[in-house]
């Protein structure tokens, strides 16, 4: 076996042997070099350089590092404003199913009220049309009756007349035939006493002879006896026949006697019947219009209704037309975004600038700028390709991103009723009680700028928002408006001022000159657009009145 110090003495030959060998070629390659002092040399400066490189790379390494994680935290930050606005869309969704749904209903409720209430109405045209005929017929019947009676009345006269006339020649012909009958009497009487002389004559005739004289004598006698008795008899004759004609007359008289009391009776039978009618139509007419009274005041009441469903229906179509009118594209929306991004401000800059007192000028100049561009004035030309290129994927036409933001803010400007015959004072009413009653005052988490159709989608806003609307509104009325910033220490406040001379009922607060501002000439009066118009002159307006610092007119 070998043993450990032979071992330890083989090393120690090896590694001299490899020493040699090594130093033996290295002599031979620092003799190609150059002396060790220039090789070490060398190897300084590439160390260096190489240090230098090092910590460079290290630099930009880290400089990358930290790009990433604010670029990690702004996603992040992106990520979770998108969930936010994500989850007020589809909050916005829910709500305008909701409201569509609750205007299907009243819709439904109003045509359903809409269809009673018309035939309801021509219920009631039709008992109207029932009353008129029957007070047609009322009429025609009073009329009638008023006819018949008068001739009730004219004939009845007649009658009396007639009765009159009648008795009258009753008497006259009672008296025709007391006379018939008393010369009737004494012609009989004349007759039997002529018939007795006839008889004593013819006796004495007989009996006697009689002288020529005495003869002739009795025959005068006799001729004037039977003249007498001629007379008598034609006297008979003739009154006989006033007797017949009187009679005749008589008969006339009775018929017509009885043809007037069959008539009047009739007469009185129909008149009778007439007053019944009467009686009955005028029982009806009244309980026609009882019930003509209380179908008024149904047909009323149901025209109550009916307005006020109507009014609900308007209110309810006005709340859907406006939900469908105020959520925007996210295109919009992302195009606002990059618009902030490349102005490289925030409501942060100004609240900053407050409070270490630079000038804000450049942030109320972004806020007319974003008034502006939804009235289609301005726009920022290095994002338009890219939002015309975006804005053709989804649509079979070009559009500009401020007449997208043009068209959204006058879809919501047509809702707010005004005409263009009102006053500038109406004018005004209306943008701010829409304001009062459809925006609500919401603070920012991240402090930005808003612009006019982002704020409307939202329904909420900050002050700086508030005004950058109200603006846009105002100039869209045709009113020259101007978003104020206002600073008091380090307290910021934003509002809009109009240029009008005054609000006519109105009191507010106004200055007389800001051309020093870089407005126009003229009175421009201070608007807090979170306010109505009647709420102009407050005490929270006349607190900051006197702290206006920078404006930027639209």
Known sequence: MVSSNMLYSLGIIGILLVGTVYMTNAAGYFNAQGSWKQQYDRMAVSRDEWKENFEQKETELTQAYLTSINWEKRFEEMRSNRDSWEGKYWVMVQSRDQWR????????SRDGWESDYWEMKSDYNSMVSEKDEWISNYDYMRDSRDEWESD????????????????????????????????ESQYWSMKGERDVLQSDFDSVSSELVLTTEDRDGWKAEAQQVKQEKDNWESSYWQMKGSRDSLQTTYDGLQSKYTTLQ?????????????????DELLSEYESLSSNQTDWADLYND???S???????YNELEHAYLLSEALPIGHLLDNYYDEVRELESSSGWDWWWDIFIGDSTQDQVDLCANL???????????SLEDDYMRLFRITHPYDEHSYETASRELDEVYQLLGISPSDPPVV?????????????????????IFLSPVETLAFRSGDCDDFATLASAFFEKAGIDSAVAFFRRGTEGHAMTLIRLDDLGPYSSYGYSNLVGLGLQAGTWILIEPQAPVDSQASTWVHDWYSYLEVAAEV
Do not use: P
């Open 101 to 108: 749904s609750n205007y299907n209903t009243m819709r439904s």
């Open 262 to 278: 069959s008539t009047y009776t009739t007469l009185q039978s129909t008149h009778t019947a007439l007053q019944s009618s009467y």
């Open 152 to 183: 009730y009345w004219e004939i009845k006269a007649a009658h009396e007349t007639v009765a009159q006339d009648r008795d009258k020649w009753l008497a006259q012909y009672d008296y025709m035939k007391q006379s018939r009958d008393s010369w």
């Open 302 to 304: 149901l025209l109550d």
């Open 371 to 381: 008034a502006k561009h939804s009235l289609a004035r301005v726009y920022w030309s």
């Open 306 to 312: 009916y307005s006020a469903l109507e009014s609900q």
């Open 427 to 447: 004018r005004v009413e209306k943008i701010l009680g829409f304001m009062s009653s459809y925006i609500t005052w919401e603070a920012d988490f991240n402090e």
